[in-house]
C-alpha cells in the first residue's frame, strides 16, 4: 500500500514519466513533419542534387494565378491592389471565390470532356458549359459530378449531363477510361495492350457497361438517353478492370459508382490538377498511367491522391494545396536544356496560352470588349484541322495564331500610347532600357501589335 506521501510522490512520478513520453513523441513529431508538396519535392530534389530554382516575382505570380484560374492577364487595377499588398495566399482566395473562376473552369471542363462543336445548332455543349458552371458554385464534389456525367439518362434537351456520353455514340468507354481513369484502354481494341497489362478482354469486358444505353431521337436535336435491363450470359456481362462483375441489372450506375470510389480515378484527379498548374503532369501524358510510364515522384502523386480522397473531392481545397506550394511559385527561368529540373518541378515549365486565353488576355490589355462570335472564330482559326481532336492535353504547345491577333489589334485603338503602361498591360512588367530604346520610334498601336505577338505574352510563365 502507498501512505499519503508514497501517493503523492508516485503521482509526481508518473507525471514526470508522462511528460517525457509526450516530449519525446512531440520530438518526434517534430522530427518528422507530416508530407506537403514541399517537403516531398524538396527531398527529391535533393536526392537529385539539384537547386530548385527561385520563388518568382509577384508581378509574375500574379499573371500566373489570374491566367490559370481566371484565363486571362490582370488587369491595370489588379496589379496596382496586388503589388501593394502581395499576399500570394490571399490572392489565390480572392480568385477561388470569383464568378470568372466558375466560368474559366466550366469552359475548360466542357472542352477536356467534350471537345469542340462550333456548327452546334442544339446547344448541347453550351448546356454543359451551364451544367458544369452550377456545379462549380453549389461547390459539388468532383467524384459526384463525374458520377451523373456517366450515368445521366433524360432528353439532351433538358439534362445536360446526357450530352456528354452522346458526344461518343461509338465505344464511349475509349473516352470515360482516359477522362476519368487516365488509362488509353482503346490500344487493347484489337489486340493486348502492346505497353500494358490491359487485354481485349479487358476493353470488351468495360465496353459492356455501356451496352444498357439506348437513344431515341424524341425530335430534332433533342435525343432520350435510357438504361435497359440485357439478358445475356454470364460470360457476357461486364467486368471490371478489377475482374470484379455488376451486381444489379443498372450496369452503368455500378460502372459510375465503381469507378468514382477506385483509387485510380482519386489518382487522375489529382494528376490532372497538377498538369493543369505545372503544365506537366506526375504522370506524363496524363492519359497514359502504364507499367511503361510510371509517376516521376511517386511519393507526391499519392500524397495528392490521399488529398483528395480527404477532402472529398473539393476543388478549390485542391487548388489551394498547389497553388500555395513552392513548386507552383518557383521562377521559370533556366538553362537551355535543363529538363531534368522541369521533369521534377524544380523549375517552372512554360505553358502555352489556350486560345481562349489568347483571346481574353488580348480583350483585357487593349480594352477591347469581348465578343462571343469573334471568340468561336479565333478558336475555329487557331486549332484548324485539329479542332475535332482530344483536348484532354490541353496544354501541348500548337502554333499561335498570328493573323487573328493582328486583326484583334488592328481593330482597337491602344489603351494608353504610354510605351511603359502598354508593356504593363499586355506583359503584366516594365519595360527594360533596351526595350524603351526600341520602341522609341514606334507608334502605340506597333507596340502593342509587338507585344501581342511575342512569346511573353502567348506564354504562361
Same mark, same amino acid.
Given at each position: 500500500m502507498w501512505s499519503g506521501k508514497s501517493s503523492h510522490c508516485r503521482r509526481v512520478l508518473l507525471a514526470a514519466v508522462a511528460g517525457m513520453l509526450l516530449a519525446g513523441v512531440l520530438r518526434s513529431a517534430a522530427a518528422e513533419p507530416a508530407p506537403s508538396i514541399d517537403s516531398i519535392l524538396q527531398r527529391v530534389w535533393s536526392a537529385a542534387g539539384m537547386e530548385p530554382a527561385p520563388p518568382c516575382a509577384d508581378e509574375v505570380f500574379l499573371r500566373r494565378a489570374t491566367l490559370d484560374l481566371l484565363g486571362r492577364i490582370p488587369t491595370l487595377e489588379e496589379r496596382r491592389e496586388f503589388l501593394a499588398s502581395p499576399d500570394r495566399q490571399r490572392l489565390i482566395e480572392r480568385l477561388l471565390d470569383s464568378e470568372e473562376f466558375i466560368s474559366f473552369w466550366a469552359e475548360l471542363w466542357t472542352t477536356q470532356l467534350y471537345g469542340?462543336?462550333?456548327?452546334?445548332?442544339?446547344?448541347a455543349r453550351l448546356m454543359l458549359v451551364d451544367w458544369l458552371a452550377a456545379q462549380l458554385h453549389s461547390r459539388r464534389p468532383y467524384d459526384e459530378i463525374v458520377q451523373e456525367l456517366v450515368s445521366a439518362t433524360?432528353?439532351?434537351?433538358?439534362?445536360?449531363? @446526357?450530352?456528354? &456520353? =452522346?458526344?461518343?455514340p461509338e465505344e464511349p468507354i475509349v473516352k470515360v477510361s482516359r477522362a476519368f481513369l487516365g488509362i488509353r484502354l482503346d490500344c487493347a481494341r484489337c489486340h493486348d495492350h502492346p505497353f500494358?497489362?490491359?487485354?481485349?478482354?479487358d476493353f470488351a469486358g468495360m465496353s459492356r457497361f455501356f451496352d444498357t444505353i439506348e437513344r431515341e431521337e424524341v425530335s430534332p436535336g433533342n435525343v432520350r438517353v435510357v438504361d435497359v435491363v440485357r439478358n445475356v450470359e454470364a460470360e457476357e456481362r461486364p467486368r471490371f478492370l478489377s475482374g470484379a462483375v455488376p451486381r444489379t441489372s443498372q450496369w452503368r450506375s455500378e460502372f459510375a459508382l465503381f469507378v468514382t470510389r477506385s483509387r485510380p480515378f482519386a489518382r487522375n484527379f489529382a494528376n490532372q490538377l497538377w498538369y493543369h498548374f505545372l503544365g506537366r503532369g506526375i504522370v506524363h501524358p496524363v492519359d497514359d498511367f502504364s507499367r511503361e510510364n510510371?509517376?516521376? @515522384?511517386?511519393? &507526391? =502523386?499519392?500524397y495528392l491522391t490521399d488529398e483528395a480522397r480527404h477532402s472529398g473531392f473539393d476543388l478549390r481545397h485542391m487548388i489551394r494545396l498547389i497553388c500555395n506550394s513552392r513548386a507552383y511559385q518557383l521562377d521559370s527561368r533556366a538553362e537551355a536544356g535543363d529538363s531534368r529540373r522541369r521533369t521534377l518541378f524544380?523549375?517552372?515549365p512554360i505553358k502555352p496560352l489556350l486560345p481562349e486565353q489568347l483571346y481574353a488576355s488580348a480583350c483585357t490589355a487593349s480594352g477591347a470588349a469581348p465578343n462571343a462570335e469573334e471568340r468561336r472564330n479565333f478558336v475555329r482559326a487557331y486549332y484548324g484541322d485539329a479542332l475535332e481532336g482530344d483536348f484532354a492535353s490541353t496544354w501541348e504547345y500548337r502554333e499561335t495564331?498570328?493573323?487573328l491577333m493582328s486583326r484583334l489589334v488592328a481593330n482597337t485603338r491602344p489603351a494608353s500610347r504610354n510605351v511603359e503602361e502598354l508593356f504593363i498591360r499586355y506583359l503584366g512588367r516594365q519595360p527594360?532600357?533596351?526595350e524603351l530604346e526600341t520602341c522609341a520610334g514606334c507608334s502605340a498601336s506597333e507596340v502593342a501589335y509587338l507585344l501581342v505577338h511575342s512569346s511573353e505574352f502567348a506564354f504562361n510563365h
Open positions: 469542340y462543336d462550333l456548327e452546334d445548332t442544339s446547344g433524360g432528353e439532351s434537351a433538358f439534362s445536360a449531363p @446526357v450530352n456528354f &456520353l =452522346l458526344r461518343y500494358d497489362r490491359w487485354t481485349q478482354q510510371p509517376p516521376v @515522384v511517386p511519393e &507526391l =502523386l499519392e524544380a523549375v517552372r495564331l498570328q493573323g527594360t532600357a533596351v
